[in-house]
């Protein structure tokens, strides 16, 4: 017995970390404890020395409370919470879905398109569904939109924060696989780009063969005059793509790194809140009360998966996984087709933090081995495409039921009428949407790797 513990207690690690956080326990903490524990069962195997184990500490201050780019992510997180505290947000989609009241399915664009428009301010999942749903189906439902089109496409739109820059994850993403995070932003923009387009698409379309899930709206309600568009425009459009223009455009001309970025993204998106008079004392005590808890949230999470990730490397869970995949007999496709698999499948039950801060470093050095020839123009682009393929297929991880994070912020919104059974038929769909977006993306890397080429970033 002590020695099948000495030689696969890297593996015995992985089982008991995904075994328990089905238990429902918190994520941070079963990292975390997984780790202490089977460090402390490597010192007594002789697996691992006792001064090896003790420098976990100074790893988690080096790596997550130095590390000054993971400074952006408060900033962005505060940002994402002053422009839906404030009501901004709101204005945004009164302005799109009366630009689009004639077109099929206008109100489910809008509700696409201010889901864009809010994960390039935002990258806060819950806090898009949340306010998506509180001010977009009251308006479909009223309407007779389909329950299933009406949840699809406020779930779907929700999530596109995840892979819109400024995204939280791809900071996350951009620290474990040791890549710039500029570039990755540049990377992610035109697939996150890409995949609101063939949302957008799948609804004109459906709502054209089916007329009867998404009834014109009325237009009896629009403005009277080109005077009256223009203002609806200037209050609710052009402020926050000028903050967007702002905090990304500085990331991409070099004129900022992403946290001097953020830290403008917040004082912007305050003077927008102040201009609009809402930037009152019970509005900021939410946003810095919602702001702490979910960055206390995040860096737990940090934290228990640095202490994870550390004790499975040093008692040989990179030889085991390394090992693993040379005795499959795969090329690089292969093996790049076996993760995008199993990084779908565990999207299933498991949220992205899991699965970035578990897959990401355990398969890292099999990722840096991949050799694709001609399919991409030089090797040092095989992180940074892969990275996104992730990102891209991570998307998946909110959506797909049962377990899906978005659909249980969702539910949580929404009235009775709406059911579990409406949501899960809605989404579908969309994960559909999805993995088209990471075949194309796979297919033809120019689509990831084009604009950081074209800005001289890689």
């Not at 238990?23 to 941070?28: D, K, N, Q, T």
């Not at 993971?70 to 009164?94: C, N, Q």
């Amino acid at each position: 017995m002590t020695d099948f513990l000495f030689d696969y207690l890297p593996v015995i690690m992985f089982v008991t970390l995904l075994v328990l956080l089905f238990s429902g326990l918190p994520v941070a903490y079963v990292l975390g404890g997984v780790g202490l524990i089977a460090g402390w069962v490597g010192i007594e195997l002789g697996v691992l020395r006792p001064a090896q184990f003790l420098s976990i500490m100074p790893r988690i201050w080096g790596g997550i409370a130095a590390d000054v780019v993971l400074v952006a992510i408060p900033l962005f997180i505060l940002m994402g919470s002053i422009l839906e505290k404030s009501g901004i947000a709101e204005d945004l989609l009164e302005c799109l879905k009366v630009l689009l009241a004639r077109v099929p399915g206008s109100m489910a664009l809008a509700t696409i398109l201010m889901g864009t428009i809010m994960a390039a301010t935002t990258g806060i999942v819950g806090a898009s569904i949340v306010v998506l749903s509180l001010i977009a189906l009251p308006t479909m439902l009223a309407n007779s939109y389909s329950k299933q089109l009406s949840t699809g496409a406020i779930a779907a739109a929700g999530c596109l924060g995840v892979l819109i820059p400024p995204s939280i994850m791809l900071v996350v993403m951009a620290e474990i696989m040791s890549i710039p995070v500029g570039p990755l932003f540049a990377a992610a923009l035109v697939p996150g780009l890409l995949l609101s387009v063939l949302y957008l698409g799948y609804i004109v379309i459906a709502c054209t063969i089916w007329p009867e899930l998404a009834p014109r709206a009325a237009l009896a309600d629009m403005p009277a005059s080109g005077a009256a568009y223009l203002g609806l425009v200037l209050r609710g459009f052009v402020p926050v793509l000028t903050l967007i223009a702002f905090v990304l455009g500085s990331i991409y001309s070099g004129w900022a790194t992403p946290t001097e970025a953020a830290g403008v993204g917040c004082v912007g998106a305050a003077a927008l809140a102040a201009m609009k008079g809402r930037l009152t004392g019970p509005v900021m005590r939410q946003v810095l009360e919602q702001s702490a808890l979910t960055n206390a949230m995040v860096f737990m999470i940090f934290i228990g998966a640095t202490v994870f990730s550390f004790v499975f490397r040093v008692t040989g869970g990179d030889d085991l996984i390394i090992g693993l995949f040379t005795g499959l007999g795969l090329d690089s496709w292969g093996i790049l087709l076996v993760l995008m698999a199993l990084i779908f499948v565990l999207g299933i039950p498991f949220e992205w933090p899991e699965i970035t801060l578990i897959v990401l470093p355990v398969f890292y050095p099999v990722v840096k081995a991949l050799d694709f020839g001609d399919h991409l123009q030089t090797a040092a682009e095989v992180m940074p495409w892969f990275t996104m393929l992730c990102a891209v297929n991570l998307q998946t991880s909110f959506l797909t039921p049962p377990y899906g994070f978005a659909l249980f912020y969702l539910k949580g919104t929404v009235p009775p009428s709406v059911t579990m059974s409406h949501i899960y038929r809605g989404v579908w769909p969309f994960v559909g949407m999805q993995l088209i977006c990471l075949g194309l993306c796979i297919a033809f890397p120019d689509i990831v790797l084009g604009l950081p080429r074209a800005a001289g970033m890689l």
